[in-house]
């Protein structure tokens, strides 16, 4: 059984969680700002102290939350030399979105849009039209990728615009759903080692008079999931990307920014019992659940017809210390997933949607054995796992 379930806890009021910046300080506003200053039509501005240049890269590295990178000068010096300081950096953080978590932020970087309208609001959601949980990361079962997200990207206005467009990724990404729904548009240029994203990213830069360049890398990810953050392999691969940020700024074509963002943050968890609630354990969460969609920190909850309000009672009177938990409709009017939500998306989140506040997640060992056994994890509303950085070099 849940641990809180006989501490007499308080709920935590839905007004305390921190509502991600849409529509002028998050991951959706990034490349609509930087199109929008090459000229694209169509697209605003809203993060407005950044400059407009005419070339313009975005690499976007997985897993390193603005958090990390200020505890960890050492490791990160390129990096953490680019933070606020009174020589006139600009870098600062910006949020993610909610979840936090890859497939909802790479589509909100790519979109432009905000996971309500969007539609990739969790890492696991029920799809309304077979019933079924889909893997959104994964893309299983598979699902029509223009059916299930379908706007364009900003890379394909860019491109239909003139702007010299390119991606530069894993040779692996190239063809998956999710890069065709969250970022393509112009060329994919798929490169293995980390060294030759960065040249190549260069490069293509340097071939358009305006041109706009995403190129990414997962395994600081990898490692924090694996490992955790505070261990030696996460801490080696920090190391390692913040050479390769440099490696890329050093090389940046005249009328260039460079701008270093990630999708989200990460905080480890220990392996106790208060720390690690397992759902498929636990009576009382169970209990009138359909579906457990979402992750550890961020679950949306599938109730079975007719036992929404029950559900929900029963996660707030059990988890309402450690989580935020709200109904559906609650969690939209907070603005948890964007301004607006698509008629098309309302289905997929949950009818009660659980966001961890302190350091806690719900595991489901035998649905979720993979995912129960990470040591880093991501995708609530805390700042740790919210605000990710967005590091400026302009040449």
Same mark, same amino acid.
């Given at each position: ?5 006989? @501490? ?67 490791? !990160? ?89 390119? @991606? ?204 129960? !056994? ?22």
């Amino acid at each position: 059984m849940a641990q809180a379930a006989w @501490q007499d806890p308080v709920p935590l009021a839905l007004d305390t969680a921190p509502v991600p910046a849409y529509g002028s300080g998050s991951l959706a506003d990034l490349l609509p700002t930087l199109a929008a200053g090459q000229g694209v039509e169509g697209l605003t501005a809203t993060i407005g102290e950044l400059t407009p240049a005419d070339r313009n890269c975005v690499f976007l590295i997985d897993g390193l939350g603005w958090e990390q990178i200020k505890a960890h000068p050492d490791e !990160a010096p390129f990096l953490h030399s680019l933070l606020p300081t009174s020589l006139g950096n600009t870098g600062r953080p910006i949020t993610a979105g909610f979840p936090s978590t890859t497939a909802t932020s790479l589509a909100s970087v790519g979109t432009g849009l905000p996971p309500g309208e969007h539609g990739l609001p969790g890492y696991t959601v029920r799809n309304p039209e077979t019933g079924a949980l889909m893997n959104q990361l994964r893309w299983k079962p598979f699902t029509a990728p223009k059916v299930w997200q379908p706007y364009p990207t900003v890379f394909r206005l860019a491109d239909a615009a003139g702007v010299h467009t390119a @991606q530069v990724s894993s040779p692996d990404f190239e063809q998956t759903p999710l890069t065709k729904v969250a970022l393509s548009g112009g060329s994919f240029l798929g490169r293995l080692s980390g060294e030759d994203r960065m040249d190549v990213a260069a490069q293509r830069l340097a071939a358009g008079d305006r041109s706009l360049v995403y190129t990414y890398y997962s395994e600081v990810d990898g490692k924090g999931h694996r490992f955790g953050v505070d261990s030696d392999a996460w801490r080696g691969q920090l190391m390692y990307v913040d050479g390769l940020a440099q490696r890329l700024a050093e090389q940046l074509p005249p009328r260039s920014a460079l701008y270093i963002t990630a999708d989200h943050g990460m905080i480890d968890i220990p392996f106790d019992e208060r720390s690690r609630i397992d759902f498929d354990e636990d009576w009382e969460l169970r209990a009138g659940v359909a579906l457990l969609g979402g992750e550890g920190r961020a679950r949306h909850v599938y109730a079975v017809p007719g036992a929404q309000g029950d559900v929900l009672a029963v996660w707030r009177e059990v988890l309402g210390e450690q989580f935020w938990v709200a109904s559906r409709d609650e969690a939209i009017a907070a603005g948890w997933f964007g301004p607006t939500i698509d008629e098309r998306v309302y289905g997929r989140i949950g009818d009660v949607v659980a966001a961890a506040h302190d350091d806690v997640v719900i595991t489901a060992s035998v649905n979720e054995p993979h995912e129960s !056994a990470m040591v880093g994890m991501h995708g609530s509303l805390t700042p740790v796992e919210q605000l990710v950085p967005l590091l400026e070099v302009r040449s």
